[in-house]
């Protein structure tokens, strides 16, 4: 299996650029295979739409990272819009929790979500990212050397 | 917030063992008791205050038959002590010696009641005209009246006073059955005695009276006629019981015959529905007196308890005033209930706010440690690869983050302390405020950054607290800063202030990005931040909103055609 799409949605800015650095390192390009909502309205608008012209790689996105935490509409209201308005859509894809938080209800509430694969402790790294990506199957390219 | 996190403040409701009124059972119980004291008390007090009355009775209707009595034994005394006298000096006989001996008595004075006291004169009938000759003597008019049919004739020779007595002179009693069977009874007996009811001839009124008699006899006990006094029954009674302050009053009678009637409505004292009553019957003399004796009015004014009642009325005044605490006691307790619940509700709220506080705080104070790794590991991962070139754009994006925490923890201090008590006023003077905020922005207005244009037009200086009113000035400056519009040419921040009435009015305009339609209504709430992509903690505009809250003030913002402003009215309070 080949390198995932990946949709990243966060609304901090300086996380995204974070964890698009992280997926760069492990081959997943922002202009080949990623795509990057700054809020769920906007992530929901374009799973629930068709394919857009601008959109990189495959469609819906193998792999969805997802915050919990943004304003108006958080992670798991998303998640629970998309399985009401597009629900092949979201079985379609492997759907990951981003949580920085401290919280535990949170992890257990991502645990029991059934359209929930998994979730990852920010912040995101490259290993975790390899080891998430050998989990799906991915054969992931070695790491870049200089 | 998607997050409900069970409050850990919950009541369990209260057990209500009250009724509709709010009563406990232990209430009723006290007022139960205390009525029943109170009529425990009523009813032993009406009990001693009738017996009361009965004492009385008693000894007031002992007190008028003895005086009746009493009075009868004084006449009975003064006609035996004339028989006595008659017996011993034959010679009293005569009208002048009987007229000395009734002045000597001095009737009026010592024998009230008695209208006179006379001698009675047996005289056979073939004697009557010698007794004729004999009185005509000294009286030629003395005749004997009336003519009968008896054999033997009884005549009052003399009667002292003889003026007010002169009708009855000469009268034969024998002819009349009451008078006769008297004087008979005298005779026969030996004993005083009384007629039954009869009306003196003497009497213009007409009413009831009686004779009362002792024989008259000489020294060989040979009857010779009567020693009588005649009595008017009212003036007997008048002169017997006028002086004495009675309390009841009385009927006599005589067989079927009333002698005395005082027990009419006419009487002044009468009370119709006396008190007590009794009836006592008197041996009198030969006859059988009845005596009707009835409480009166006086008895009635004299005996009236008001106690009884006076108890009755007080404990149920007390019981009153029981329940009436017992009530006011119920309903302070409802309202002390409903006002805990009101509290328990209020808490629950603001802890509910206070678990949504901690929850959002903690999350906003961990994402830019965990972003501040997330670059430590970028950074580390190069420089394992030997690759420098990007470190300091990482570490500038771990001191972005540090920067942004250090300003959440900063807000959040202040948050802390906005709800501290007010500090006391202080003159504020507005533009050196104002200078000094704008300069403790010069790191944030890095770059192309608005200019400050400021107009104060203020007829003194104003009393403000000094902290609160920095920390608005600044968070609202800070959001105008941060919220410029990169495009905008001539970007600018002006701040107006001037007195309207009795407010100070601060203005603050900028035109700068303006307010998301999305936040106009919640940008005053707590973590309601303008645009994720600025740094903020989201409590600047929460914290301004409380601070004026503190300072009795209010803000306004509006934005619209480029333009945003605040408008912050304060209370004006002139500097001393």
């Known amino acids: 299996m080949t390198l995932p799409t990946v949709l990243l949605v966060d609304d901090d800015p300086t996380v995204n650029l974070l964890n698009q650095m992280v997926l760069q390192r492990v081959g997943i390009r922002l202009d080949e295979a990623l795509q990057i909502c700054t809020n769920a309205q906007a992530a929901l608008r374009l799973l629930t739409g068709p394919k857009p012209p601008e959109w990189p790689g495959a469609f819906p996105p193998g792999l969805v ?55 990852l402790e920010k912040p995101l790294t490259t290993t975790k990212v390899r080891t998430l990506l050998q989990e799906l199957g991915v054969d992931v390219p070695p790491r870049p050397r200089r | 917030m998607h997050q409900n996190p069970t409050s850990p403040l919950s009541t369990p409701p209260a057990p209500d063992r009250t009724d509709a009124l709010g009563l406990h059972w232990g209430h009723w119980l ?37 005086l009746i009595l009493d009075r009868m034994a004084l006449y009975e005394n003064a006609l035996w002590a004339g028989a006595a006298h008659l017996q011993a000096s034959p010679n009293a006989s005569t009208l002048n010696a009987w007229s000395r001996y009734a002045a000597k008595l001095s009737i009026e ?62 009268l034969d009693i024998a002819h009349e059955s009451n008078r006769r069977a008297g004087a008979l009874r005298a005779r026969d007996t030996g004993t005083a005695t009384i007629t039954g009811p009869i009306v003196l001839v003497q009497d213009s009124d007409q009413t009831p009276g009686f004779l009362f008699y002792v024989p008259w006899v000489d020294a060989q006990e040979r009857f010779l006629g009567l020693v009588y006094a005649p009595f008017v029954m009212t003036r007997l009674m008048h002169g017997t019981l006028e002086s004495q302050r009675r309390l009841v009053h009385l009927r006599v009678r005589d067989g079927g015959e009333v002698l005395y009637d005082e027990l009419v409505p006419s009487h002044p004292l009468h009370d119709p529905d006396p008190s007590m009553s009794e009836q006592t019957v008197l041996e009198m003399y030969g006859r059988r007196w009845t005596i009707d004796i009835q409480t009166d009015l006086a008895f009635r004014s004299a005996h009236h308890s008001s106690t009884p009642r006076l108890i009755l009325a007080a404990g149920l005044l007390i019981d009153g005033i029981l329940l009436w605490f017992f009530l006011a006691l119920a309903r302070k307790n409802r309202e002390a209930i409903t006002y805990a619940s009101e509290v328990t509700e209020r808490l629950e709220a603001v802890n509910e706010e206070l678990v949504q506080f901690n929850y959002r705080t903690s999350h906003d104070l961990v994402a830019p440690l965990k972003t501040m790794r997330g670059f430590a590991a970028l950074c580390l991962e190069d420089i394992a690869n030997h690759d420098t070139s990007q470190l300091p754009d990482w570490l500038a994006h771990i001191d972005q ?12 201090l202040d948050l802390s302390r906005a709800d501290r008590p007010n500090e006391r006023p202080e003159p504020i003077a507005l533009a050196p405020l104002l200078d000094a905020a704008w300069a403790g922005l010069a790191t944030a207005r890095s770059g192309h950054s608005p200019e400050l244009k400021t107009e104060i037009d203020l007829p003194g200086t104003p009393m403000l607290e000094p902290t609160r009113t920095q920390q608005i000035v600044e968070n609202i400056l800070s959001n105008a800063v941060r919220y410029h519009d990169p495009d905008q040419p001539h970007p600018w921040v002006r701040v107006r202030a001037h007195k309207h009435q009795d407010q100070l009015v601060l203005i603050f305009e900028d035109n700068g990005l303006g307010i998301p339609e999305k936040i106009r209504e919640t940008m005053f709430e707590m973590f309601v931040r303008g645009n994720s992509s600025q740094p903020g903690s989201g409590l600047g505009l929460y914290l301004v909103a409380k601070h004026l809250q503190r300072m009795s003030g209010r803000i306004e913002a509006t934005s619209r055609e480029g333009v945003t402003r605040f408008t912050i009215t304060l209370p004006w309070r002139d500097a001393p």
Request: proline share 6%; hydrophobic share 40%.
């Open chain 2, 109 to 170: 004075g010592r024998y009230p009641g008695v209208n006179g006291i006379g001698l009675v004169e047996l005289v056979a009938r073939e004697d009557l005209p010698q007794y004729l000759a004999r009185h005509r003597i000294h009286r030629p008019e003395f005749s004997v009246y009336p003519p009968h049919d008896h054999p033997e004739h009884l005549v009052i020779s003399y009667i002292e006073p003889s003026e007010l007595n002169s009708q009855a002179v000469g």
């Open chain 1, 65 to 119: 990272l997802l915050d919990i935490n943004m304003p108006e509409t958080n992670g798991f209201e998303l998640l629970d819009a998309l399985g009401k308005q597009a629900p092949e859509t979201a079985a379609a894809m492997q759907v990951f929790l981003l949580t920085s938080s401290v919280d535990h209800g949170d992890q257990a509430r991502a645990r029991r979500h059934p359209l929930v694969a998994g979730y």
């Open chain 2, 401 to 412: 983050q540090a920067a942004r925490l250090v300003a959440l923890v900063s807000d959040l």
């Open chain 2, 30 to 66: 006290i007022l139960l008791g205390s009525l029943t004291i109170t009529v425990a008390l009523y009813l032993r007090s009406s009990q001693a205050d009738a017996t009361g009355q009965a004492i009385a009775f008693e000894r007031e209707s002992e007190r008028v038959v003895d």
